[in-house]
């Protein structure tokens, strides 16, 4: 029994050793607006290192790999095939629960970090990162180089909205760091999480969440609200401002 | 000045798009038709996607032809009784576009239709408005009369009723086919329709030219707040502020537009309008053959949470 207690204990020293350092970060802004002239801002992400008694001694530089990820939507990938001599939408692939906004960003290049096998488990690079596919009634992730996978990163990534960038992360001393975490004009609105993940020597040693949220204020969010929950008094209204426009246009310009 | 466009979902600059309109509006009001096949081609092309194109258009058509009908109403040259005919068509067809619409964005084909619809209908119209206008010039050069017109088929159809303004004794049946069509094709393409309404009451129906263009903006105004209506409660795709500013420049131009169309003579009007909705055509055609930039392309579904 007392030895049974022991173990116990020894587990748990060995688990609290094996996570020996502590994280700590914060968000510039937990809550960001995005007003109409919003043209796209940068959020700054800090933090440290806290390391405790059991941190071994000689671990001295340590890797991150900053996850953001926007809430989470449903998002279909089309391809166009040459029929009868037009471009015509043909095949197309489903991508279930993917995040809207996706943002990699690292001190160092992913290989160098740690080796693929942990990167494909942890989802460091946006080759690793699970964009489940509905595949014929099954779902799943494809192969990195599938190519809806690949073009739908590609096309995201021409929005700003996936980005992957493996110098983002400075270290302004060996345990405090601090990323940017670019915003582009057409963010998402919605809760982001924020996963900071640490290495050390290749290995995966812990991780930290925080989130922030974005939402947009002012007439065009009003406006945008009112378009989808109240879709005939925001038709009504159209119509109404079209007769309105009409009308003055024909008394300022009337003929007399 | 950018301003963010809420349904569009993207920033614009403003007197952009305010150029666009009063562009378009001076189009329209030179030859007294709504500008839609001009409107929403210009709008696809500045990176707004096609659906929330033709269902924003939709609302712009309804204030340029309501300002214009109101002026035709004063001068008395709207028949009532030939648009109410005319509108009971209509309404069943924009229904059944915004219908057949919704059913295309699902499948993923309503871009291709889009595009489609406008190749092949605004080739045909093109050709035939230029060839048309091109044969009136060449009668007035040799002083030729322009020739007799008869009665057609159209004219043997049972259903008859007096319109007494246009001062014609037609059948019913034509005239609600007519309404059916240009309301289905409005409300798809994004168009009021009046560039291929008017030949057709002009040409098949033997409307008179005093009451056909006051008439035909009735039709264009209703089907067009209709298809706005439906656009807005079935697939949440009209943008208010987009639409605005839209109708800002469009019934200003048109103004401007109206006075210089004055100046110039109606065959060579009739042939200019032509060359234009041809080219517009022949645009989407090319398009259309061309291999694209990007084969792939990406449409959210909505975003939960």
């Known amino acids: ?256 | 000045m950018q301003l963010y466009l809420p349904i569009a979902d993207l920033p614009v600059n403003v007197f952009l798009v305010l150029a666009m309109g009063a562009a378009v509006g001076f189009v329209s009001g030179m030859f007294g038709i709504g500008g839609g096949f001009l409107m929403t081609p210009l709008l696809i092309f500045i990176g707004i996607t096609p659906a929330v194109a033709v269902a924003s258009v939709a609302s712009h058509i309804a204030a340029s032809s309501f300002s214009g009908a109101l002026a035709y109403w004063r001068r008395r040259a709207i028949d009532p009784a030939l648009a109410s005919v005319l509108l009971c068509g209509g309404v069943t067809g924009t229904a059944l576009g915004v219908w057949t619409f919704t059913q295309l964005r699902a499948l993923g084909q309503l871009d291709l239709m889009i595009a489609l619809s406008y190749v092949v209908l605004l080739t045909t119209v093109g050709s035939l408005m230029f060839s048309e206008g091109l044969r009136a010039l060449m009668r007035t050069r040799r002083g030729a009369l322009p020739p007799r017109r008869t009665h057609n088929w159209i004219h043997g159809l049972p259903l008859k009723m007096r319109f007494k303004r246009s001062k014609i004794y037609l059948s019913v049946i034509p005239v609600v086919i007519v309404g059916i069509l240009i309301g289905f094709i409005g409300a798809i393409m994004g168009i009021g329709g009046g560039f291929i309404l008017v030949p057709i009451m002009i040409y098949l129906l033997r409307v008179p030219t005093s009451t056909v263009i006051g008439t035909s903006m009735v039709l264009t105004l209703v089907t067009m707040l209709f298809a706005t209506l439906l656009h807005a409660v079935t697939n949440h795709l009209v943008d208010a502020v987009l639409a605005l500013i839209l109708m800002v420049g469009g019934v200003t131009g048109a103004q401007f537009g109206a006075r210089a169309g004055q100046k110039i003579r109606g065959e060579q009007l009739r042939l200019l309008l032509g060359l234009l909705i041809l080219s517009v055509g022949v645009r989407f055609a090319v398009e259309l053959v061309i291999r694209p930039e990007d084969l792939f392309t990406i449409r959210e579904l909505g975003v939960n949470g």
């Open chain 1, 1 to 256: 029994m007392m030895r049974a207690a022991l173990a116990v204990l020894l587990v748990l020293l060995l688990g609290s050793a094996a996570r020996a350092e502590r994280l700590i970060v914060s968000v510039s802004n937990h809550r960001v607006t995005v007003t109409p002239n919003y043209s796209g801002e940068e959020l700054v992400l800090f933090g440290s290192v806290e390391k405790d008694a059991s941190t071994p001694a000689d671990r001295k530089t340590y890797d991150l790999v900053v996850t953001v990820m926007g809430p989470r939507a449903e998002m279909v990938t089309r391809r166009k095939e040459r029929t009868f001599g037009i471009w015509i939408n043909t095949d197309y692939r489903q991508f279930l629960e993917v995040p809207s906004y996706l943002a990699l960003f690292a001190n160092r290049p992913f290989d160098v970090i740690t080796s693929p096998e942990i990167a494909r488990r942890q989802q460091i690079g946006l080759n690793n990162v699970l964009l489940t596919q509905r595949v014929s009634g099954d779902y799943a992730d494809v192969v990195p180089n599938d190519v809806f996978r690949s073009a739908f990163i590609r096309l995201r990534t021409q929005r700003g909205l996936y980005r992957e960038d493996p110098s983002a992360v400075t270290f302004l001393t060996p345990t405090l760091f601090r990323t940017g975490i670019p915003l582009p004009a057409e963010v998402p609105i919605g809760t982001y999480e924020v996963e900071i993940k640490l290495f050390a020597d290749g290995a995966f040693i812990g991780k930290t969440e925080t989130a922030f949220e974005i939402v947009k204020v002012g007439f065009e969010q009003f406006v945008a609200t009112t378009a989808r929950q109240n879709g005939l008094i925001y038709g009504l209204v159209t119509a109404a401002m079209a007769l309105m426009t009409g009308w003055m246009a024909s008394i300022v310009f009337r003929k007399d």
